[in-house]
């Protein structure tokens, strides 16, 4: 059982629903519009339903031409980049922070610098000495990339406090904050923190959010907020100009998704699958190795899970794998690759309850048997 | 009439087949693999089908592993450049060629410079010329743009010949000819040419394609030829990896859109479609204004006409649409801006015969008024 895919169940993929929302998309005297170019900032009818849906998803309403339909959140992260970013930018990365997010800015040709952090997470007065050490060398500090909300890999979430602190830090000292959304609406127990953005006035974040989690993957399909400013300068990017949008037939089938309720009813579905499935892995985890703080995250797919004193979890990993579980080592979710191999993180998303029961306990000897 | 747009007919979008091979798609235990992460480059089957298909409609056979699957060409040219170029590296572009490349190629950071070229296209001594003054001033040329076969905006396609030398060339001079190959389906009449990228062993060219002509725009489909090791650097590109490829369920559609033969029925189908339009403009256009040399393309979707001596493309425009008609002007397919005045593009792929003769007419009116 190999807990390091952050992949949906197979069974919460919604082949059936999607399938009809395509047929109706597709019917219909009007339908050659879904299959022909679009709008670079994507079709109307999506963005006039996510608008409405994220202002009850979360506090306040954005503006229409604040969005931007992208194919991913990780598209979406490689297109602020393009816009917000030159080469030999810095770019600082929560510490951990989604590890797959540190080759898409490096392939935008800015340096990454993991952040300050303390017990709440990114340290606001570290961040504004580091970004002036920054000028004072000639190196601008252009964006800080974070997953605030359930985020990967922790689970955790940024406290309010935190977060107004932040996008004034960025207005403050004119960089941006890209604030990854991808887990907002995977929550399970209790409210979700209202996001940078809609603390930000559409100054100083971008907000990535994608259907990947809460849909499926395999579609390419997300979105931005952003000014709209910025949304303008995404729009005349030569292949989304040239393409008429980076997605747009699937943009118009998920717009018929949200509008007929199929979205809502899917969430519905998935959240109380996924709270299952977390609690078989959690709550198995906390029988057998009582002495490790595992946390319960109220949201998203992952649990970060410290492990004992002594114990690495790159030298875990081999010892894990002959037990018959996996895992990503906690030192791949720091782009310094210094810190975090005293944790790992598991993914429940993939697995039924009783295979995540199987691997908790797998994963248990392996540990015992690693620290004897 | 517009005749500014390279967009398919309605009647030629194939909403119903699409649907048709989503249902099939989307149907059965296994049919949440269509919609959750993929592989880096695309799934097997429409990789597989893709080779196939492509050993007929070109010459030669690309290995499996020459392929990824893009979300289009345009996006295509954005991945190639990503992976080929470094910000401040020269590109060659074609002149004239596709204009929307222009900014896509800008935004890679990379400086644009229009090839030299003869009556045949790109000029193989003046290009040889041109790289070695580049280089004696520290400047790399990485790559040659260029739309060969059926081209946007000629339509023309580059002589066999010529292809062979501007293949030995690149291998000799180590820059990548980025061949888009958009139209190469598209034929109506006679023999397409074998593509440069059959030519090169795999060297020395990456061949875009898409579906965005051949199928609809709005899925955003296209693939990659390139030797095997480009193709994994496509892969290790931060969202590419990310997502699990750039566009998996519909790559997967359209793997049964291909494998059940609705793709070939559809070629068939659109191929007289559109050789009807091209008639219907061409032909009026030759009898209304005989003394241009309107040329009847064997391909693609546009028709780039020499307008009479003295005549400006810019200058007409207002003229043309005080007469219900419109057209992109040459100089905007040419990256300097400062020729193709002469020179005006038509796309005849959006409207029906009629409305051809109708713009065709409108046009007519326009140069006579205007060359009085």
């Known amino acids: 059982v ?7 169940h197979r069974s919460l993929v919604p082949t059936g629903a999607w399938a ?10 009007d339908a050659w519009r ?12 999506l963005i006039e339903w996510l608008a409405e849906h994220l202002s009850h998803a979360d506090s306040g309403r954005s503006e229409s031409a604040q969005f931007f339909i992208t194919a991913g959140a990780s598209h979406g992260l490689a297109l602020a980049l393009a816009v917000l970013t030159a080469p030999g930018d810095v770019v600082l ?17 800015c340096q990454i610098a993991p952040t300050p952090t303390d017990d709440d997470g990114p ?13 004072r060398q000639g190196r601008r500090v252009a964006a800080l990339y974070l997953v605030p909300t359930f985020g990967n890999p ?16 960025a207005q403050r000292l004119d960089f941006t904050i890209v604030e990854d959304d991808t887990y907002r609406e995977l929550v399970y127990d209790g409210p979700v923190p209202a996001s940078l953005w809609s603390h930000s006035d559409g100054l100083g974040v971008v907000r990535l959010g994608s259907f990947s989690k809460t849909v499926a993957p395999g579609l390419r399909l997300g979105w931005i907020n952003a000014a709209a400013g ?50 078989a892995l959690v709550d198995t985890l906390r029988v057998r190795l009582p002495t490790v703080a595992t946390p319960r995250p109220s949201g998203g797919w992952f649990v970060w899970i410290p492990l004992p ?20 080592d906690g030192s791949k979710f720091h782009a310094d690759g210094m810190r975090g191999d005293d944790h790992i993180r598991l993914a429940f998303s993939l697995y039924a309850e009783q295979d995540l029961v199987t691997a908790a306990n797998r994963l248990a000897d392996a540990v015992e048997a690693a620290v004897g």
Chains 1, 2 share one sequence.
């Not at 922790?154 to 830090?169: A, E, H, I």
Request: proline share 6%; net charge positive; hydrophobic share 35%.
């Open 2 to 8: 190999d807990l390091g895919w952050g992949h949906p």
């Open 20 to 29: 009809d929302a395509v047929a109706a998309t597709l019917h219909g005297p």
């Open 34 to 45: 879904s299959m022909t170019y679009g709008y670079p900032s994507g079709p109307a009818p």
């Open 93 to 109: 990365v929560d510490a951990p922070t989604y590890h797959l997010a540190f080759s898409t800015i490096s392939d935008s040709g």
């Open 123 to 135: 340290d606001v007065e570290a961040i504004a000495d580091f970004v002036q050490v920054c000028r």
């Open 154 to 169: 922790t689970g955790r979430s940024l406290p309010d406090r935190r977060r107004r602190q932040l996008v004034g830090l």
């Open 230 to 279: 910025v949304v303008k300068r995404l729009e005349r990017l030569g292949y989304v100009d040239s393409g008429g949008g980076v997605n747009h037939t699937n943009a118009c089938v998920m717009a018929a998704f949200g509008t007929s309720g199929a979205y809502r009813q899917h969430l519905a579905r998935i959240r109380p699958s996924y709270a299952r499935q977390r609690d």
């Open 309 to 328: 004193a002594g114990c690495s979890a790159r030298a875990l990993l081999p010892t894990a794998e002959q037990h018959g579980v996996s895992y990503v």
